[in-house]
């Protein structure tokens, strides 16, 4: 289904053709593009595919992007790294596991632990809490 102004366009394009008016026939075949071009920047909506760079030779905007794959090697260590991080977490016992991702991961204050934990003493959270780094830091320590 087309609409007047793709009929308009259509009818233009053949009368330019017939004219041998090349330039208006290829500024007419563009004119969708240069529409969603123009709409793209209006928005502010950019392809990664954008050239941000002529000189010496063109540079695009995902060439400035960093590289996030990581080779063999890399691969290896952090592989290695988890399985150490993970067989030191396994040692905790429940509720210190909890305490430490708590406070750690999600900034839970020692007060707030009091109510989803067993001990009733924020005091008695934040030593369940130290001895719980002292224990992870001697354990990595092997691997860091």
Not at 18 to 44: A, F, H, S
Not at 70 to 82: C, F, T
Not at 117 to 143: A, C, G
Request: positive net charge.
């Amino acid at each position: 289904m087309t609409n007047k102004v793709e009929n308009r366009r259509e009818h233009n394009i053949t009368s330019a053709a017939k004219n041998g008016d090349w330039t208006k026939v290829d500024k007419l075949l563009n004119q969708p593009i240069d529409n969603l071009e123009r709409k793209k920047r209006y928005y502010g909506v950019t392809s990664l595919n954008t050239t941000v760079s002529n000189v010496g030779r063109v540079t695009e905007l995902i060439d400035l992007y960093p590289d996030n794959t990581y080779n063999p090697v890399e691969q290896i260590l952090i592989k290695e790294r988890n399985k150490c991080l993970y067989n030191a977490l396994s040692k905790l016992p429940e509720e210190e596991l909890h305490i430490f991702l708590e406070m750690t991961l999600y900034g839970t204050s020692a007060l707030q632990l009091t109510k989803e934990t067993p001990f009733k003493s924020h005091k008695t959270v934040k030593k369940h809490y130290e001895t719980t780094l002292n224990f992870l830091k001697n354990e990595l320590r092997k691997y860091f």
